[in-house]
């Protein structure tokens, strides 16, 4: 993360992320990838194999800036290109609700792993969620407009957004939850 922050401070990239351009973003992906591919290589070497998921946990944090910084890229991609078709400003809004709902969920992911790390047990009372509730409320309100938005379209006969990610999410917290 610092060689991150470095090339930030160097190219004069201040965060918030979403107030980049395209074109700071694209900067952005391409150092980021760079650095991944870097400790990718560095591991490769160390452990003589190429590295499995586990092996790389100790990264996850570049990661999620890594697809945080592409999601962004797509959405800006997707508003631009598109804002006078009202189809495709509604596929856009969709899109930019789902990526914020990931990113709440990683966040609320990392939370758990953090408390049940800490306290030995998983979340079940109302105050241990309570210093992502704010987070928690967001994501709660998301998922029920994503929810709201495909059940608009289906009662108008028209065809549903991708919700091929949504799935996946659901699938991955079935994983999580099992382990």
Excluded: C
Aim: aromatic content about 6%.
């Amino acid at each position: 993360m610092r060689a991150i922050q470095a090339q930030r401070r160097a190219s004069g990239r201040v965060p918030p992320l979403v107030n980049w351009s395209v074109e700071e973003l694209v900067t952005e992906k391409k150092t980021v990838k760079t650095i991944l591919v870097q400790i990718n290589r560095q591991l490769q070497k160390k452990l003589q194999h190429p590295p499995l998921k586990e092996e790389k946990e100790a990264y996850r944090p570049i990661y999620e800036v890594y697809h945080r910084v592409k999601a962004l890229i797509a959405a800006k991609h997707t508003s631009a290109q598109e804002q006078s078709d009202p189809e495709a400003q509604a596929a856009a809004t969709f899109k930019r609700l789902r990526a914020e709902k990931r990113a709440l969920q990683v966040q609320l992911n990392r939370y758990e792993r953090h408390f049940e790390a800490l306290k030995g047990r998983s979340i079940q009372y109302q105050q241990d969620i309570e210093p992502v509730k704010e987070h928690w409320n967001r994501y709660k309100a998301l998922k029920g407009q994503l929810a709201e938005l495909s059940a608009q379209r289906q009662q108008q006969g028209l065809p549903l957004f991708d919700n091929d990610d949504d799935e996946a999410d659901t699938q991955t917290q079935q994983q999580q939850q099992q382990q």
